[in-house]
C-alpha cells in the first residue's frame, strides 16, 4: 500500500502515515529554508530513520528514502511558526510514495 500527503503552503498538516517501501519527499522552500525540516521516523519506536532541513531560500529539495517494511510518521516543521508560504515565498511540499 502506499499513499500521498501533501498540504497547501503554509498551512500545517498533521503527520501521516505510510506504509511503503520508497518515499520521495519534494519540498519548495520559502524565503528562510533554514527554518524547515522534516523527519520520518519508524512508528514502531518513534527512531528517526531520515531527516533533511533547508539550506538555499526558495529553491526545491527532493529526496528518495527507501525503508525497511513497516510503518513510518512523516513530519515536516517550521521552526520559526511562521508557515511555508505566503508572505515569505512560495513554499510547499509533496510526498509520495516511490514506488
Same mark, same amino acid.
Given at each position: 500500500?502506499?499513499?500521498?500527503? *501533501?498540504?497547501?503552503? !503554509? @498551512?500545517? %498538516?498533521?503527520?501521516?502515515?505510510?506504509?511503503?517501501?520508497?518515499? #520521495?519527499?519534494?519540498?519548495?522552500?520559502? /524565503?528562510?529554508?533554514?527554518?524547515?525540516?522534516?523527519? &520520518? %521516523?519508524? !512508528?514502531? /519506536?518513534? $527512531?528517526?530513520?531520515? *531527516?533533511?532541513?533547508?539550506?538555499?531560500?526558495?529553491?526545491? *529539495? *527532493?529526496?528518495? @528514502?527507501? +525503508? /525497511?517494511? !513497516? $510503518?513510518? $510518521?512523516?513530519? &515536516?516543521? #517550521?521552526?520559526?511558526? /511562521?508557515?511555508?508560504?505566503?508572505?515569505?515565498?512560495?513554499?510547499?511540499? +509533496? @510526498?509520495?510514495?516511490?514506488?
Amino acid at each position: 500500500a502506499g499513499g500521498t500527503a *501533501s498540504a497547501p503552503a !503554509g @498551512v500545517p %498538516a498533521a503527520p501521516v502515515t505510510f506504509r511503503v517501501y520508497c518515499l #520521495d519527499v519534494l519540498v519548495t522552500f520559502d /524565503d528562510y529554508a533554514d527554518d524547515t525540516s522534516w523527519v &520520518i %521516523a519508524r !512508528g514502531a /519506536d518513534g $527512531e528517526v530513520v531520515a *531527516s533533511s532541513s533547508g539550506t538555499n531560500d526558495g529553491v526545491s *529539495s *527532493s529526496d528518495r @528514502v527507501c +525503508l /525497511d517494511p !513497516g $510503518e513510518y $510518521e512523516f513530519a &515536516i516543521s #517550521d521552526v520559526y511558526g /511562521d508557515g511555508m508560504c505566503c508572505k515569505w515565498g512560495g513554499g510547499g511540499y +509533496l @510526498v509520495t510514495d516511490g514506488g
